[in-house]
C-alpha cells in the first residue's frame, strides 16, 4: 500500500441499503477527511477525524457516520442510502489538522444510489 | 465565513497557448492557506501549491505560476505554453488555521475545467 486506498472503487446501490465505504492510510497521518463531489458544487466535507478515537461533523454530515478505531482506517457508513447521496467520494489524510498542511487524496469511490 | 470562487466553469486554449485560472477567496482569518489542486480526466486529485498567507511571494514551478495578491484576495494560476496533458479540472481551496475543536478544512472551488486542444 502507498498512499491512501479506498474500496470499492465503484458500487451501484438499491435505495435503503446499508454501505460503508473503507479508507486506509499508510502514512502515519493523524487528520484524515472525507469528501464528496458533485458537479457544480466542488468537493464538500462530510465528516473528519483529527486523530485516532475522534471524529467531528462537517458541510454535509446529514445520513453520514464514521469511525477512527485506529490511525489508519477511517470507514464512512450510510445507514440507508438515498439517490442524492449518489457522488464521488473522496477520502484525504494530513499529518496534522493544523491547516497549513496538504491534504493527500485516495482514487475516490463513485457511488450510484438507485 | 470562508468561501472561494472559481468563476471560470470551462477555458479552452490550443496548446502552447498560455492560460490563467482564477481564483477569488474569502476569509477573516489573518491566517491561512491557499492550495491549488490539478484533476485530470483519470479522477486522482494530485496536489499543486501551498501559500501561506503571510508570504506574497510569486511562486514559479516549471510551466506553472501563482500569483498571490492579498489586496484582491486572489490565488490566480497561470500555465505558460499550455499541453494536451494539462487538460482537468483545477481546484483552488482555503484552509484556516487549526483552532483546537475545528480541523483542517478545505474550502474548495467549483472548479475550472482546461480544455488544451492540439
Known amino acids: 500500500i502507498a498512499g491512501i486506498t479506498q474500496a470499492p472503487t465503484s458500487q451501484i446501490l438499491a435505495a435503503g441499503r446499508r454501505m460503508t465505504l473503507r479508507c486506509t492510510q499508510d502514512m502515519r497521518h493523524n487528520a484524515m477527511y472525507w469528501y464528496r463531489q458533485d458537479l457544480g458544487l466542488g468537493l464538500r466535507l462530510i465528516h473528519y477525524s483529527n486523530t485516532a478515537g475522534t471524529t467531528g461533523k462537517g458541510e454535509v454530515p446529514d445520513g453520514y457516520s464514521v469511525s477512527r478505531a485506529n490511525t489508519d482506517d477511517f470507514p464512512l457508513t450510510l445507514a440507508s442510502a438515498v439517490p442524492s447521496q449518489t457522488s464521488v467520494y473522496f477520502c484525504?489524510?494530513?499529518?496534522?489538522?493544523?491547516?497549513?498542511?496538504?491534504?493527500?487524496f485516495g482514487p475516490g469511490t463513485r457511488l450510484t444510489v438507485l | 465565513a470562508q468561501k472561494v470562487t472559481q468563476a471560470q466553469t470551462e477555458i479552452s486554449v490550443v496548446e502552447k497557448e498560455d492560460v490563467t485560472l482564477d481564483c477569488v477567496y474569502e476569509?477573516?482569518?489573518?491566517?491561512?492557506?491557499l492550495f491549488w489542486y490539478k484533476q485530470p480526466p483519470s479522477g486522482e486529485l494530485v496536489f499543486l501549491i501551498r501559500r501561506n498567507s503571510f508570504d506574497e511571494q510569486n511562486e514559479i514551478s516549471g510551466r506553472y505560476s501563482w500569483n498571490f495578491q492579498k489586496s484582491t484576495s486572489s490565488f490566480n494560476f497561470t500555465i505558460t505554453a499550455s499541453q494536451v496533458v494539462d487538460s482537468a479540472v483545477y481546484f483552488c481551496?482555503?484552509?484556516?488555521?487549526?483552532?483546537?475543536?475545528?480541523?483542517?478544512?478545505?474550502?474548495f472551488g467549483t472548479g475550472t475545467l482546461l480544455a488544451v486542444q492540439p
Open positions: 484525504a489524510s494530513s499529518e496534522s489538522a493544523s491547516g497549513r498542511g496538504e491534504q493527500f
Open positions: 481551496a482555503l484552509s484556516e488555521a487549526y483552532y483546537g475543536g475545528a480541523t483542517n478544512k478545505l474550502i
Open positions: 476569509t477573516r482569518d489573518t491566517t491561512y492557506y
